[in-house]
């Protein structure tokens, strides 16, 4: 296994353009005590389901909401086809899944960070030393570290653009917003794929929070939306298919997609497990210009978890026929340094 360094180089061999797809492993490496499965599900209220909550999760033997999202949908299809059932159970699962999305939601808002002191100074240098390898950045995370390390008016200085301006028909309000006629502008580097909990959809106006704008931290402006029942926009539906379906109905999130289809060089996949239901961001890799595919490996590279995503990135590999197979190596993620 490379080290990141060594990875760096050999991307270079490779072309000159390297892009970064982040997953949570990113945030988790800078407070796991806050972005782990395992702790937001100790920390989440499932008071609101109607069954036990976190029976349910240990009956699925997981701790991912993802996985018991996309469990309860299966169950509303399937139940159907049981003329012996009962027939509200399917409204039933359907509610239930749409509470785990809420309290996901919550929970992380909760679980976070209270604001961009929190995290030191040193850490957010080691950060942005890292995503200055990076041309354009992609997260599936909804968290705020990404942004507020981005936002850091420190050295190294790195050029970012999330594509959000001054709103052209509320330009004093105190949020910004993202211009679906420009799909952001040519210089937009920065895309979460899934949302954020900083974005909230109005109507046709996606609209980010800003600190700036109203001199109140962005977890205070988030929680107070929650506490009012105003969601953020975050992807957690748990299959791949149903996450593209709502990609597709937001300009924002899918313009994220097709930017990652059409980047060229080498790709870094961060912190990501290249797991199923982020079929359609993998397979935006898959169908693009990329040449290389760089993955982060946590830990021992020889245990089950880890094999697992080696054997998804040479899947993915095997997809690219002859002369346009994708390359793939792994790096230590530890050896990154992402955070400290």
Known sequence: MLTFEEALARSAEIHNKRHALL????????RPDCFTYGRLLDEADLSELSVDGPALFAAENTTDFEEIINSLRVAARLVSFYESADPDLAARFLEDAERVKAALANTLARNHPDNVG???PEEYAHARRFLLNFGHIFTVSYDLLLYWALMQEIVPEIKSDDGFRQDHDEPDAEWVSWDTYSGGGYDQNIYFLHGGLHLF?????????TFSRTGVALIDQIRDALDAETYPLVITEGASL????RIRRND?????LRSL???HGSLFVHGHSLAANDRHVLRAVVEGKFKAMFVSIHGDPDDADNREIQERAASLAAERPGEKRLEVDFYDAESASVWS
């Open 118 to 120: 929190e995290i030191e």
């Open 242 to 245: 149903e996450k593209l379906a």
């Open 252 to 256: 924002y999130l899918a313009r994220g």
């Open 261 to 263: 289809a059409k980047c």
């Open 201 to 209: 959809e109005d109507g046709p106006v996606l609209k980010k929070l």
């Open 23 to 30: 997953g949570n492993g990113f945030s988790i490496a800078c």
